[in-house]
């Protein structure tokens, strides 16, 4: 049987207590790790061969594996394998050997994914320091993991929506009996649809090409005119079914220099994220001006703001604020746009606006 940690939380990132487990077929040296790593606050189990350890592990996946490399046997290199194997990519794993007699070793250990190594005879603050830092990045990994697996969830039921959405209206679409006016109503609902469903679709493609570091903007000058009228002329009518006043302050004919699609689609994310957060009856405004050498863009609502506790980590990948939580949705949106603006050598912020909610603002050079 296969067990697995709790689900981290952030809180647990600065407990640099953890569950440790010491492989070495030398009972003296595995006494001398345990005492230490004990005194020092660690949960510690120890083994004497690959096999024994396995079991172990199986028993209750640790956090920190101490694993000596040349063992009878299962040798550390292959239980370093196996601890790969496992769902999850294993726990940390700090090879322990003797650098001068064993370089292949530790050839071989970092090839196969060792997190580091220590060389015999080991300093003892230099092996507090390694389980430390070895705990917090392996809590750090399955936190991140764990919010891509939320993100996934949360993209698929944001898809479900529309889909399920489709099927009805082609079932409408069936009937026979409906007037021209119907049917031309029936169709834009089908096109806004597929729109938001793409816009879902684009998002996950830009945050796995700014995550893979390929992420790239061909900045030129255009007129704000370009790409902000298409997008005022798709969103129009989703704020109309919304009950929402969407409005447009500043200079269609202001020029920036942007790459206009990248630009349009951060734009895009902080519209919808907005009339998303807007209670019927409300306003949203998207303003452009320049001041000095930038130009700005400012996405301002009357909903109900980002607490100041979650403005710090509101652009974060995989990050969602209480209200977004709420609302649904994957959460990339905001950190898309952060992106985006950096790419273009700009900055994104947020602030309470002058109309009392949230008010995003990109700010460009040139």
């Known amino acids: 049987m296969t067990t697995t940690h709790d689900r981290p939380s952030l ?26 790593l ?28 101490l694993l000596d490399v040349s063992m009878p046997g299962l040798d550390g290199v292959e239980v370093l394998k196996r601890l790969r194997g496992r769902r999850g990519g294993g726990p940390a794993v700090l090879m322990l050997t003797a650098a001068r007699r064993e370089p292949h070793a530790i050839e071989a250990g970092l090839k196969e994914g060792a997190d580091a190594y220590l060389t015999k005879p080991i300093d003892s603050r230099e092996l507090l320091a390694r389980v430390r830092a070895a705990v917090e990045t392996f809590r750090l990994r399955r936190l991140l993991e764990s919010q891509r697996r939320d993100h996934i969830a949360m993209l698929v039921h944001d898809l479900r929506h529309p889909l399920s959405s489709l099927g009805l209206i082609a079932e409408v679409l069936d009937n026979e009996d ?22 879902l679709v684009d998002g996950v493609l830009a945050a796995s090409r700014l995550e893979a570091g390929m992420f790239s903007v061909e900045p030129r000058l ?35 220099r942007a790459d206009p699609q990248k630009l349009r689609q951060a734009l895009d994310n902080l519209i919808a994220n907005a009339l998303k957060f807007t209670p019927r009856g409300g306003r949203v405004r998207l303003r452009v001006w320049r001041e000095g050498d930038r130009a700005n863009f400012e996405i ?21 604020g209480s209200r977004g939580r709420a609302a649904g949705g994957a959460g990339l949106g905001l950190a898309i746009a952060r992106g985006i603006a950096e790419a273009h050598g700009g900055t994104i912020s947020v602030a309470t606006g002058d109309l009392g909610g949230a008010a995003f ?3 460009l050079p040139g």
């Open 361 to 363: 603002r990109i700010a």
């Open 300 to 320: 301002a609502d009357t909903g109900p703001g980002i607490p100041e506790a979650e403005r710090p980590t509101v652009f974060d990948r995989y990050q969602q």
């Open 38 to 65: 004990a005194d020092d606050g660690h949960r510690v189990r120890t083994a004497q061969s690959g096999v024994e350890a396995l079991k172990l592990v199986d028993e209750r996946e640790p956090e920190v594996v």
């Open 178 to 199: 409906l007037s021209a006016t119907e049917r031309h109503a029936t169709v834009q609902q089908i096109r806004g649809m597929c729109t938001e469903m793409a816009r």
């Open 11 to 36: 809180s647990t990132l600065g407990d640099s207590s953890g569950d440790v487990l010491i492989v070495d077929d030398y009972p003296d040296a595995v006494a001398l790790y345990e005492a230490l």
């Open 222 to 256: 255009v007129k704000v005119r370009s790409f902000v009228e298409p997008m005022l002329k798709v969103f129009t009518p989703v704020a109309a079914r919304r009950r929402v006043a969407l409005e447009f302050d500043g200079s269609l004919d202001l020029e920036v």
